[in-house]
């Protein structure tokens, strides 16, 4: 008994040993990711079958390649390499090329699938995330992340046509089946149209926008009230019914409900004629989220839906005529959301198969018989039989055999298993690793105090200390303590499992920025900005005190001197003044600004919410001057 | 004297024949007008835009569409940056519209309206006079200057007295195509701008701001330029005192003095082509086919519709019309095939091409 004891209190002690060193030495030295940690993994995350069913082409994200798989036994027919994190990737309407949209590069490879080579590489928008070739051949659409927009191509050539204004973070594109409208979907939700005294609390807005795709117009829009993140679309092989699946957070009440369903349901909406006006229905069951779904496909006969829930690691099976009996139960003549009634799954909501980590893209094989599903964490294919609603094998991709601290902390920052019922992980608010564009209500300050806006996650390495009052010395305590006592209010990690995850976050890198020119040359008009961000004296003459200059706070190669300062932005609900100067890395893609996000522009920084100049010397400055500075902030 | 008869009988002939010839054909409209009575939201009618089988209204009270026979409002609530839409250009690549308003820019975008303001955005001025898109740039003519949005980038370019020969910066329109964008300036004549190099250049009355003209076509006919339109290499340009036609070398001045124009106040100026432009002034609405003129309004004395024709000898000839545009304060016009769509101080006019 005693050696029992001696033993586990041994393990005990050097488990608890190595965390500490592990914890201090993330917290006192940067960690570097090995080459290997960040390209040997696949990561595989949207997947299509060729027309005649015989090949599977899998897009592996952190490979960047298209591996493609021989159906009848999954081996490897060929890797080809495209370009930098590839995002999405679809078939020509002959099935004759393959265009993927390579989001950090900006380029589209276009890979001939006859000899299975790339034969062209288009540049086109920034951060491009999917792709679709309308039914004639003529047009290409692709959505383009940071400028919001769905570009038009010509498909034989790649030039760009035009740009069709889209929501904001333009992210999947779905061809209807007649071939007669594009539908695209955007990750963060659109800028708020009015301002208020509570503007910095409104509920996130978003959209399916509509374009029809032989005049290559926007015609309609449809609203997604309450959503902030929309991913992918499906359509019935009729076209009669459309399904998107979306995040629902609810954010207007403290994020410290988790017992009561109050941070986040997952849902679809179905739009079409099935439908009627829009339905929003929930795919969460009490003791059961369906944490971030991501991918939709619809069974050829209407039977099915299938969702990919890449939080909750598992597809959710639905019962289509149960569904539309439940939604068609009462007249509605308005869009209706029934995303808070965590009884309405059980309608119709008929299985939940687990699969592996953070399950991306999905696709039927054609006869609806089997389901094919993008393990993206784990390297692996599920496959599902349809008609039993299990996995019947799982492809494995070639990659490290071994699963590396990055790798552990990557599936730990993108799981929802650590909350209460699998309500959310950190990648709910932190989309793809970034931020939401929502502001929150945390509970550690107290319910109704410090309105937070959510805040990107790339590039935060060495910016201690974290959150904006500065209350958090590093990224174990801000992830580990904090997030597990006011967020999770459930499981806890161990100190390993906190480990790995800080080195993931640790580990994201900024995204390029889009804004400096390809030579690393500035424009004239960011030279202008940076004498303006730079100067020590104002337009008349006068010398700006040193802590009232850009420059002084926002130092350094990061923009920040990680000090703490009132810029004379307190609103009567936060509990100090004293704000910690964040960050600029990538400052033009992150808004809504301020730290409780009620700057809807950069520009609203300085016209708005800096009457006495305590947010750095612009009152003197005009127009020109304040779009030369903004210019050059969106270069940094 | 034989020989003189035969002359004198001649002249009279060519005489009579010029006496008596009838007008020049010009087109013929039948007006159908729209007023707070038939759907508009307001009678003030700043600006219209075919779009298609659409017809954006820009009006004191809201940017109105009609589609399908029936007319639908977009107001602030939806959007709009103010309710009074001074000025409409559509983005033919996208089909969305843009409106100029008293309250700034606004973007209208299968249904959303996005909104520019000079405080949430980089827009120069919130009075926004003037909208014109080329490529993926929208021009802007605001109370302080020209504004250009690069809608691929975001990035917000102003033009001012700072950068440009822009003595004053109160621009009133802009007209913007591949090559050349020219800006009319009130009290600092025509401003254009070279696309390839990158240069401003100025047009300026060369009788300063004197209400007089020394010299006829020696150039821009006054300072005041309130609305220009660049088409086919040419640039017709509307003042409070005539309007003008530029070739890139030659000028042509326009005044009632001179020509077939109802007045000297010009709110608006379209270009056809070349040759023909339509002229929006203060007492009606004026055709110029590159030689005749027609006139379309309510009678100035007692309001009955009336059409009169100009030929190249000056002789006005009264066309029998029984409609009219709404009123003789006309601020813009855009076409619709052979049809045309007239903005007035007190409604909506539809001209339907009646055959002559």
């Not at chain 2, 004395?301 to 009219?324: C, F, H, I, N, S």
Request: charged fraction near 20%.
């Amino acid at each position: 008994m005693s050696r029992r004891i001696q033993s586990v209190a041994g393990t005990w002690l050097v488990t608890m040993t190595v965390a500490f060193l592990a914890l201090a030495f993330l917290t006192d030295r940067p960690v570097r990711a090995g080459e290997n940690d960040v390209k040997d993994y696949a990561s595989p995350i949207e997947i299509l079958l060729s027309p005649d069913g015989s090949r599977l082409y899998v897009l592996c994200q952190q490979s960047e390649e298209v591996r493609v798989l021989d159906v009848s036994s999954y081996a490897v027919v060929k890797n080809i390499a495209v370009g930098r994190v590839p995002r999405g990737f679809s078939l020509s309407s002959d099935g004759a090329k393959l265009f993927v949209a390579n989001s950090w590069d900006d380029t589209l490879s276009v890979i001939d699938t006859r000899t299975l080579t790339v034969t062209a590489t288009w540049p086109v928008g920034a951060e491009p995330s999917s792709v679709v070739e309308d039914r004639t051949g003529k047009r290409l659409f692709v959505a383009n992340r940071i400028s919001n927009d769905v570009a038009v191509l010509d498909a034989h050539t790649g030039e760009e046509t035009g740009r069709l204004l889209a929501g904001r973070g333009a992210s999947y594109l779905t061809l209807s089946p007649d071939g007669s409208h594009i539908y695209a979907t955007h990750i963060y939700p659109n800028p708020s149209r009015v301002r208020s005294d509570l503007d910095n609390r409104t509920a996130p807005e978003s959209e399916i926008t509509m374009i029809d795709a032989p005049r290559a117009v926007v015609v309609d829009r449809i609203p997604l009230h309450r959503i902030a993140g929309v991913f992918h679309t499906a359509f019935s092989a009729d076209g009669r019914l459309g399904v998107v699946a979306e995040y629902h957070p609810k954010n207007l009440v403290p994020l410290a409900h988790l017992e009561h369903g109050g941070a986040f349901a997952y849902t679809l909406t179905l739009f079409g004629m099935d439908v009627g006006q829009p339905v929003e229905v929930p795919l969460d069951e009490l003791e059961r989220y369906a944490a971030r779904p991501f991918g939709v496909a619809i069974a050829p006969d209407k039977s099915r839906i299938f969702v990919s829930c890449g939080g909750s690691e598992m597809v959710t099976v639905i019962d289509v005529p149960r569904l539309m009996r439940f939604i068609h139960f009462r007249p509605r003549s308005q869009p209706v959301s029934f995303a808070s009634d965590l009884s309405a799954s059980a309608n119709y909501v008929v299985a939940r198969i687990n699969v592996g980590h953070d399950t991306r893209g999905l696709m039927l094989s054609f006869d609806g018989s089997k389901l094919f599903v993008a393990n993206r964490l784990d390297d692996t294919i599920s496959v599902i039989d349809t008609r039993a609603n299990r996995v019947i094998s799982t492809i494995v991709l070639a990659g490290p055999k071994t699963i590396s601290p990055l790798r552990r902390g990557e599936q730990t920052f993108y799981t929802a298993q650590y909350s209460f019922q699998g309500q959310i992980g950190c990648a709910s608010c932190h989309i793809d690793s970034t931020f939401d564009g929502v502001t929150w209500d945390l509970e550690p300050d107290g319910f109704g105090r410090d309105i937070v806006d959510n805040k990107m996650l790339e590039d935060i390495k060495d910016t201690e200390p974290y959150k904006w009052n500065g209350g958090n010395p590093s990224i174990p305590v801000e992830c580990g303590p904090r997030t597990e006592k006011y967020f999770w209010r459930s499981e806890t990690y161990d100190n390993l499992t906190l480990t790995d995850l800080a080195t993931y976050i640790r580990s994201l890198p900024p995204r390029p920025n889009r804004w400096r020119l390809a030579n690393g040359e500035q424009t004239p008009a960011q030279e202008r900005g940076k004498a303006i961000f730079e100067r020590a004296q104002d337009k008349f003459g006068k010398p700006i005190p040193e802590t009232n200059r850009c420059v002084f706070c926002h130092s350094g190669p990061k923009g920040t001197n990680q000090k703490l300062f009132d810029v004379g932005t307190r609103k009567p609900t936060d509990n100090s003044g004293l704000l910690k100067a964040p960050m600029l890395t990538n400052i033009a893609l992150t808004a809504p600004y301020l730290h409780d996000g009620s700057a809807r522009t950069l520009e609203e920084i300085w016209t708005v919410f800096n009457p006495d100049d305590k947010h750095g010397r612009t009152n003197d400055l005009t127009k020109d001057e304040l779009n030369d500075l903004i210019e050059y902030l969106r270069s940094r | 004297m034989k020989r003189s008869i035969f002359r004198t009988l001649l002249i009279c002939a060519m005489l009579a024949r010029v006496a008596f010839a009838a007008p020049p054909q010009m087109p013929r409209f039948r007006f159908e007008n729209f007023t707070t009575a038939n759907g508009l939201p307001n009678n003030h009618v700043f600006a219209v835009l075919v779009d298609g089988d659409r017809i954006w209204a820009g009006t004191e009270n809201g940017l109105a569409v009609y589609e399908n026979h029936a007319w639908k409002t977009y107001t602030t609530g939806d959007g709009l940056a103010h309710r009074a839409v001074l000025s409409l250009a559509l983005d033919k690549r996208t089909g969305d519209v843009w409106a100029g308003t008293m309250g700034g820019l606004s973007r209208i975008s299968g249904g959303r309206i996005d909104s520019y303001t000079q405080l949430t955005s980089g827009l120069s001025n919130d009075v926004v006079y003037g909208v014109s898109v080329e490529g993926e740039n929208v021009w802007v003519a605001t109370a302080a200057g020209g504004c250009r949005l690069n809608t691929r980038t975001g990035q917000w370019t102003l033009y001012n007295e700072r950068n440009t020969p822009m003595i004053e910066i109160w621009t009133y329109g802009v007209s913007a195509t591949p090559s050349k964008v020219y800006y009319a300036v009130w009290g600092s004549g025509v401003l254009e701008y070279d696309q390839k190099t990158g240069r401003w250049d100025k047009y300026e009355d060369p009788d300063g701001e004197n209400e007089i003209v020394l010299f006829k076509d020696q150039g821009l006919i006054h300072e005041i330029v309130t609305s220009v339109s660049y088409v086919d290499n040419i640039l017709w340009a509307a003042t409070y005192f005539g309007d003008s036609r530029y070739d890139g070398r030659y000028w042509h001045n326009f005044l009632t003095k001179d020509s077939g124009l109802p007045s000297n106040f010009t709110n608006f100026i379209k270009g056809v082509d070349a040759k023909r432009a339509w002229f929006c002034t203060d007492k009606g609405l004026a055709y110029y086919d590159g030689v005749n003129w027609a006139v379309y309004r309510p009678s100035l004395t007692d309001g009955k519709p009336e059409m009169t024709v100009r030929d190249a000898q000056g002789k006005v000839t009264p066309v029998a019309v029984t409609t009219a545009p709404a009123h003789n304060y006309v601020l813009g016009i855009d076409f619709h095939g052979d049809d045309i769509w007239v903005a007035t101080a007190k409604g909506l006019s539809h001209g339907i091409r009646q055959k002559n």
